[in-house]
């Protein structure tokens, strides 16, 4: 039987714990720019933009949207809802004096499909100019449950949406999408 020979090169702690030092950081850069295309790139993965991401003004040909604020509110002995509805989704739009022509609003849900009646608003420069800037748009459709409605508020996008376009002669022409992302309840 032979004997062979085996050459080693002698291990270098050193060379090893450079190693894990360059493994480890290259990991935790692998991580943070992750987490920086995430948060970059979360509404496009999301569908939506949040409100507060919303510029306002929203110019459209002939209405300017200068705010909204959007609330979930009880069904009030007012409002116009279906049977069992009892919480509903309010937007408040508070348009510019200047605007004029014919307003199309409607709800979504967060499938996307068109829920409730849909609104026609036709809006002057005289109305508006009387300090009627404020249009509050309610729902006929939320929710028949108060459970149902507290998953919502832990829901991710897609949220609620309200829909406004502009209606002219040869049809119409979309303003802006505002989605309604889930609030603290408003009790009456």
């Known amino acids: 039987m032979s004997e062979e020979i085996v050459h080693s090169t002698p291990v270098n702690p050193e060379n090893k714990s450079n190693s894990f030092l360059l493994i480890t950081l290259f990991t935790v850069f692998l991580l943070i720019l992750g987490g920086a295309m995430l ?3 979360a509404k496009e993965f999301a569908g939506v933009e949040p409100s507060s991401e919303i510029r306002y003004p929203i110019q459209g040909e002939s209405i300017t949207i200068d705010t909204a604020s959007i609330i979930w509110r ?3 002995e007012r409002d ?3 049977d069992g ?3 509903i989704p309010e937007v408040t739009l508070k348009l510019n004096q200047q605007s004029s022509g014919s307003l199309i609003a409607f709800f979504r849900d967060v499938e ?3 829920v409730g009646d849909p609104f026609r608003i036709d809006l002057s420069p005289e109305e508006l100019a009387s300090n009627q800037t404020t249009l509050t748009l309610t729902n006929t459709v939320g929710y028949k449950k108060h459970s ?3 998953g919502y508020l832990f829901s991710e996008p897609p949220y609620w949406e309200l829909v406004l376009k502009e209606n002219f002669s040869e049809g119409t022409k ?3 999408v505002i989605p309604i992302p889930p609030t603290e309840l408003k009790t009456k």
């Open 39 to 41: 948060t970059l790139y």
């Open 74 to 76: 009880e069904v009030q």
């Open 80 to 82: 116009v809802a279906e």
């Open 85 to 87: 509805v009892v919480i």
């Open 112 to 114: 996307g499909a068109t």
């Open 148 to 150: 149902d409605f507290r």
């Open 174 to 176: 979309e303003i802006c």
